[in-house]
């Protein structure tokens, strides 16, 4: 998995040992580490569009954000997972495969082995919150990837089998 930031002068790249590294991509040189060596490798990257912010959805169904300029953890939110009966954060319920900005930077949608796609704000973003603006359901199996629209009006989710859902955002 890899991410160009936007300006194009990184590059941040999962590896399978479960670490992620930054490039500059004129030097080729690493220049950050954002996470060392874990059992749980990252499924998916993504930059928030003014390059400030990393989003890493892994194999353990929790969405890490990172501070693009420090490498630092910014927070850590559980699996991404509701029931009927609970809204409480699960990890144990899906791997996070797909994870994307809106191009404003004011959601991120995220997707994976439940088949759910969640959608957040990002300006109410909180660890112990998670404010989830909606939540899909209609994959029968894993969301593989997710795109927005350019004006950030609707988005694409992919399942492993080849299958495209398209949404629309709400007004915000």
Not at 11 to 29: H, K
Not at 37 to 42: A, G, W
Not at 49 to 77: E, N, Q
Not at 135 to 150: G, L, W
């Amino acid at each position: 998995r890899f991410v160009y930031s936007p300006d194009g002068k990184t590059l941040v790249c999962g590896r399978t040992n479960g670490s992620i590294a930054v490039y500059d991509t004129q030097s080729g040189q690493e220049i950050a580490q954002l996470r060392e060596r874990t059992l749980n490798p990252p499924r998916s990257l993504a930059y928030s569009p003014d390059g400030k912010t990393i989003a890493c959805g892994s194999s353990d169904g929790s969405v890490h954000l990172y501070d693009a300029k420090t490498a630092k953890l910014i927070t850590k939110i559980g699996g991404v997972r509701i029931t009927r009966e609970t809204t409480k954060i699960s990890a144990a319920h899906q791997r996070i495969w797909g994870v994307a900005y809106s191009p404003d930077g004011c959601m991120l949608a995220t997707g994976g082995t439940g088949g759910n796609v969640y959608l957040y704000d990002t300006e109410t973003w909180n660890a112990e919150t998670a404010h989830r603006i909606t939540q899909h359901k209609e994959h029968p199996v894993t969301v593989a990837r997710i795109r927005f629209s350019p004006d950030g009006k609707t988005f694409v989710s992919e399942s492993s089998d080849g299958t495209l859902y398209l949404w629309r955002t709400p007004a915000q």
